[in-house]
């Protein structure tokens, strides 16, 4: 069983940098992506960035060139490093780990907001 905790969250003015951080603990070596997603009250959780072994990284059309996520192998964690932050943003940003079962944690806020 894999476990995810994300912590990070925070309130942040519009144009401000904020990280994330998911540590994985338990049996993650079948893992083969991490992810964070986000979700706004009444609407679908949706992919915001991952990344796959060997490295390749998919970002949503919305945060490319804003967001950038890494990992820390040697850590078990990964991050999303979120730049030039816009009201839009504000939501609650959950880490998934994809193996052969989907795990998720259990989210931390991020608002954007002057």
């Known amino acids: 069983q894999v476990q995810l905790v994300e912590s990070g969250g925070d309130l942040v003015q519009p144009g401000g940098s904020l990280t994330l951080s998911c540590v994985a603990s338990g049996s993650i070596d079948g893992i083969y992506a991490m992810g964070w997603y986000r979700q706004v009250p009444g609407t679908q959780r949706k992919l915001v960035a991952n990344?796959?072994?060997?490295?390749?990284?998919n970002y949503a059309k919305s945060v490319e060139g804003r967001f950038t996520i890494s990992k820390d192998t040697a850590k078990n964690t990964v991050y999303l490093h979120m730049n030039n932050l816009k009201p839009e943003d504000t939501a609650r940003y959950y880490c998934?780990?994809?193996?052969?079962?989907?795990?998720w944690g259990q989210g931390t806020q991020v608002t954007v907001s002057s």
């Open positions: 990344i796959i072994t060997g490295g390749r990284t």
């Open positions: 998934r780990g994809s193996g052969l079962v989907d795990t």
